[in-house]
């Protein structure tokens, strides 16, 4: 209802933030950003960006571009894509003793001593 609203309001308005170009740059201004965060892993971080994200103040420039560059609610999807691979990554490459229980059930249902 609401879209068809809006859509009957601004029948010939058209959203550049979504076309190709604009996608490509956001996608640009993303991969920089979390390369930015790879490359800095070893610093503290000390800045907070969505879905309490932690960067350090070396991305800064890099996280300012990436939200300027995406509709925010991409950079909120990203970043929670971003925190999800991180957590299941470490989860992965930890030792036995800091898994958590649904990855050491899984475990023992496959017959892995644990």
């Known amino acids: ?3 068809e609203k809006y859509a009957s309001t601004n029948p010939d ?3 550049t933030d979504v076309l190709s170009e604009a996608r490509q740059a956001c ?3 993303r991969d920089a950003f979390y390369k930015c965060l790879e490359k800095e892993s070893n610093k503290k971080p000390t800045e907070i ?3 309490g994200l932690l960067y350090p103040v070396e991305c800064k420039k890099s996280r300012a571009q990436f939200v300027s560059q995406c509709r925010p609610t991409w950079v909120k999807h990203f970043d929670r894509q971003y ?3 991180k957590r299941v990554q470490r989860l992965l490459d930890d030792n036995e003793s800091r898994r958590g ?3 050491r059930r899984c475990l023992e249902e496959d017959g892995a001593n644990v």
């Open 49 to 51: 960006a969505s879905v």
């Open 83 to 85: 925190c999800s691979k």
């Open 1 to 3: 209802m609401a879209l």
């Open 13 to 15: 308005k058209v959203h």
């Open 101 to 103: 229980p649904v990855v």
């Open 27 to 29: 996608h640009k201004a």
